[in-house]
């Protein structure tokens, strides 16, 4: 694994040396803003300590990122690297699981998102787009990260989960926005049992605990019925594939779904509407492509806002064996961590990274290793494809009906749970063309 221009070094790369506390915050708080500081003052590769005895090493380099990615599962943990995830997503996530266990669950949902599932999901996209779209508030600014936090979550709710109109849904709704909508300090509470018995973190598993008992509801509602066999949606596909299969897991399928597959999208479709604003001659192009049912551009402004405005800063992988990465040979337990901020915005990666240009992604593909979302390798995720028709759904929904202009100045990115939102909702005004 050595490179051939990186002697090996043993031990960790060069670090902050803040006390693991001080650190710690600022990783959960403001790592979009440090992390670039301390790639400038320590390297491509610098080691952050954190609260718990958890070492995490940052890459940039496009060549460190790609070895992460093809390593063997069996070394380099995703699972055990998100493991601050599981006490929401649950043991049986595909975010948790490692190596033949994620292998299992990752083939029994990939049918859910294949390119015949995601054909048959086109109309309800569409519609609820459509719906969603009508009603935006006209002449006056408001913040559009709510808007798209609303229609992402209902479309998991409707076309993936197939749940109907009633109570139920009633109540999961905001249930499920309470659960995400947390600080980055917040999120310790997921690691550490203890904190629950206190304010914010109390309240955080009680509403966790509620969301959970309407979705196990629906699950034993599910299991009953007569037709489960001509539904389409992933609950339904699962209970046919497998009649037995334990509630539990399919609660954390749902659960992960449920939060990975609808904050993030909403969160890059609200910074592509935010650049769109700002950007006239990028908007009107959006606009015809809309208007001509230009789906590939309109990908193409999403991936760019992924690119400038990437919604989690970066990923993580547990070794499990002493590993040579960056020209370090790296102990057992460390977390290599592939940063999607920096790589994402480094010059030496794209030309003039802090201007939003959707043509980069027009009839051409990034170097592997420079956009990386959806991460890599047999971690990919596996609603990337979901995520970028639906996204072009709504966007093509949205500037079919409106001109956009920008509200103050560009907004910056704050953290909410581990995701990076902006930090005044993407505020727009949108007039009718």
């Not at 090996?8 to 650190?23: A, F, H």
Request: net charge positive.
């Amino acid at each position: 694994m050595t490179h051939v221009d990186l002697p090996v070094r043993e031990g960790m790369p060069d670090g902050p040396r803040l006390p693991r506390v001080v650190q710690t915050v600022l990783f959960l708080t403001s790592r979009a803003l440090v992390s670039p500081r301390w790639r400038a003052r320590y390297g491509d590769a610098f080691t952050v300590r954190l609260a718990g005895g958890r070492t995490i090493v940052s890459l940039s380099r496009p060549e460190d990122i790609r070895e992460v990615f093809a390593g063997a599962p069996s070394v380099f943990r995703a699972g055990e690297g998100n493991a601050v995830l599981a006490p929401v997503m649950g043991p049986d996530s595909l975010l948790i699981l490692d190596e033949d266990a994620h292998l299992a669950a990752r083939k029994r949902l990939m049918p859910a998102f294949n390119g015949a599932a995601l054909r048959g999901y086109h109309d309800m996209m569409t519609r609820l787009a459509e719906e969603t779209a009508e009603e935006w508030p006209v002449g006056k600014p408001f913040a559009t990260h709510r808007t798209m936090n609303a229609v992402t979550l209902e479309i998991i709710l409707r076309v993936v989960f197939g749940m109907a109109d009633g109570d139920r849904l009633t109540r999961l709704r905001p249930l499920i926005n309470k659960v995400t909508d947390i600080s980055g300090v917040a999120v310790l509470g997921w690691g550490f049992p203890k904190l629950q018995r206190f304010w914010p973190w109390k309240r955080n598993a009680e509403n966790l605990a509620a969301a959970d008992a309407l979705l196990y509801e629906e699950i034993a509602e599910r299991r009953a019925a007569a037709d489960l066999d001509s539904r389409g949606d992933v609950l339904s596909r699962l209970l046919a594939a497998d009649p037995d299969a334990p509630a539990s897991q399919l609660r954390d399928h749902m659960m992960t779904l449920l939060l990975a597959g609808h904050e993030t999208t909403a969160t890059a479709l609200a910074w592509s509407l935010h650049e769109l604003s700002r950007d006239p001659r990028v908007l009107r192009a959006a606009q015809a492509a809309a208007d001509a049912g230009d789906d590939e551009y309109l990908q193409a402004v999403t991936k760019e806002a992924m690119r400038l405005r990437p919604v989690i800063y970066s990923v993580a992988r547990k070794l499990t064996e002493p590993t040579v990465i960056a020209g370090h040979r790296l102990p057992r337990g460390t977390v290599v961590s592939p940063s999607i901020g920096i790589v994402q915005r480094d010059p030496a990666n794209f030309d003039a990274p802090e201007e939003f240009r959707p043509e980069r992604f027009i009839g051409a593909s990034p170097e592997a290793g420079t956009w990386i979302p959806f991460g890599g390798g047999v971690r990919r995720c596996i609603g990337a494809g979901f995520s970028l028709q639906e996204a072009a759904a709504i966007l093509k929904a949205v500037l079919v009906r409106y001109d956009l202009e920008p509200v103050g100045p560009p907004e910056s990115p704050k953290s909410r749970n581990i995701t990076l939102i902006p930090a005044k909702g993407a505020k727009v005004v949108a007039r009718r063309r």
